[in-house]
């Protein structure tokens, strides 16, 4: 996941804190898992790329 626009924190399947991720960075997430995302008032743009 890529994050274009904002700020979020997010916590993926597996792992016991959020981690804070703003427009430019990524977070990766394993297929058949799931993730967590919160957002603060401003919104937020990701991109999902497979594979």
Known sequence: MEIT???CSVKVAGESAFKTYAAGSSFKVAGNSSFEIRTG???VD???SFG
Do not use: L, M
């Open 46 to 48: 990701y991109v999902c």
């Open 5 to 7: 626009c904002g700020e």
């Open 41 to 43: 008032a401003e919104a």
